[in-house]
């Protein structure tokens, strides 16, 4: 059983940036490869970025790639999305969710999520 808290979110203005964690508990954390997910209103929920359990190994959506870094502490059971050069269109709440060891860019085959944080960027 894996469980997961995203912190982090919050109001900034475009071209800024953000630091989005995601803490997660149990000893098959740090052997899980975990995925950050946005949904916007009336949108479905859109793959972001994704880190395998050793973090070296990553992926990324192409509206996010050269902005977005994936990143993970395995020490602190955390994971990062770091966020720059933010537009309003990434406005949405993020999710982080976890799965066995490879990276999967499909919502579906991620067993555990967390409650999602929330990111608004304004014009």
């Known amino acids: 059983q894996v469980q997961l808290v995203e912190s982090g979110g919050g109001l900034v203005q475009a071209g800024g940036s953000l630091r989005v964690s995601c803490a997660g508990s149990?000893?098959?954390?740090?052997?899980?490869?975990v995925g950050w997910f946005r949904q916007a209103p009336g949108k479905g929920r859109e793959f972001v970025a994704a880190?395998?359990?050793?973090?070296?190994?990553?992926s990324y959506a192409d509206s996010v790639k050269g902005r977005f870094t994936i990143s993970r502490d395995n020490a602190k059971n955390t994971v990062y999305l770091q966020m720059n050069s933010l537009k309003p269109e990434d406005t949405a709440v993020y999710y982080c969710?976890?799965?066995?060891?490879?990276?999967?860019?499909?919502?579906?085959?991620?067993?555990?999520w967390g409650q999602g944080t929330q990111v608004t960027v304004s014009s």
């Open positions: 969710a976890a799965r066995g060891p490879w990276i999967s860019s499909a919502p579906e085959e991620y067993n555990y």
């Open positions: 880190i395998g359990w050793s973090g070296g190994s990553a």
């Open positions: 149990g000893r098959t954390f740090i052997s899980s490869a």
